[in-house]
């Protein structure tokens, strides 16, 4: 594993290579201090050529649904945009989702902050539209911990980000966690769970399998 001052970054090496079974690069020192868990930038520097593979579950049943690739295939540092996939989905440049097949929000769906410790909180806001059906909902966010996670690409050392919000349109009760480490583009695990009334509509599981990345922002 490399670093952002490594001489073969940018020469065609990347920076960061996870792969199945090859162990985690430690990116997170151990923090003195048990409740703020240490202070990190977000550390992301998307390039193109960046690829992710992960692995989809269910939430609730552990059923294996797709192994999926994500490729940055364009970075606009003017226009705030990252695209993968030759646009099939978009985000900002800290990796904020604006777009993910058919569905799209207002404006970027801040789910990764630009700094990482322990106790931060903030509210996502944000209108959604999916094939010409538009809500209105938010998200309250918080980073709770620092958690060691097994995910397919090895062992991780993350900040744990939990939120809770509601879909005001629908009146659907929505979750989301995420699990993320500084310098890294992707999430090493994310989950998106909607509930109306007892009902459950999604309940994804998304888990990093491996990842090259051209460069960290560390």
Known sequence: MGWK???????GAPAIDIRPGGGAPPLLAASANPYSGGFYPLGR???VGDVATLRETDVLTGVEKRIYSQH??????????????NGFSVTDLMGNPIKAGTLSFDAPLQFAPAELQIGKKWTAAFVRSDRGKISSAYYDLQIVRREKITVPAGEFDTFRIEGQGWNRTHGSHLEVNFWLVP????????EWITRWRSHFNNTERHELVSLRQQAIGL
Not at 73 to 85: C, H, I
Not at 183 to 190: A, D, M, Q, T, Y
């Open 5 to 11: 001052n490594d001489p073969l970054v940018g020469k």
């Open 45 to 47: 520097i998307f390039t």
């Open 72 to 85: 940055v295939t364009k970075v606009d540092l003017e226009a705030d945009r990252v695209e993968y996939n």
């Open 183 to 190: 310098g890294l583009n992707f999430p090493v695990k994310r």
